[in-house]
Nanobody, 125 residues
């Protein structure tokens, strides 16, 4: 079973930064597409960012975070990161790391087979 463990969430003021980490075990994540999703209370889980397998090295971002968030991999650590800069109150949500058994980016949460437990990000104004 693939296990994904997110960390790095917390409380920050608007304009601040956080870096989320997603450490994987059970598989080498470089072979698969990895995504970040978030869910705020009362809202649907939404796509944030994703990256294809390491060799393709393609990234995708939701319009709401483009230019502020960056997804990256450290294959040696089998870890995927989400660097979040210029945070806004509307970024407040539980952030989830996800893996799909494929190498193409998908925007639908249902296309990802493995999920972490989530980490809370709260941005105060």
């Amino acid at each position: 079973q693939v296990q994904l463990v997110e960390s790095g969430g917390g409380l920050v003021q608007a304009g601040g930064s956080l870096r989320l980490s997603c450490a994987a075990s059970g598989r080498t994540t470089s072979r698969y597409a990895m995504g970040w999703f978030r869910q705020a209370p009362g809202k649907e889980r939404e796509f944030v960012a994703a990256t294809t397998n390491w060799s393709a090295a393609s990234t995708s971002y939701a319009d709401s975070v483009k230019g502020r968030f960056t997804i990256s991999r450290d294959n040696a650590k089998n870890t995927v990161y989400l660097q979040m800069d210029t945070l806004k109150p509307e970024d407040t949500a539980v952030y989830y790391c996800a893996l799909r058994l494929g190498n193409l980016v998908r925007y639908e949460a249902t296309m990802y087979e493995f999920w972490g437990q989530g980490t809370q990000v709260t941005v105060s104004s």
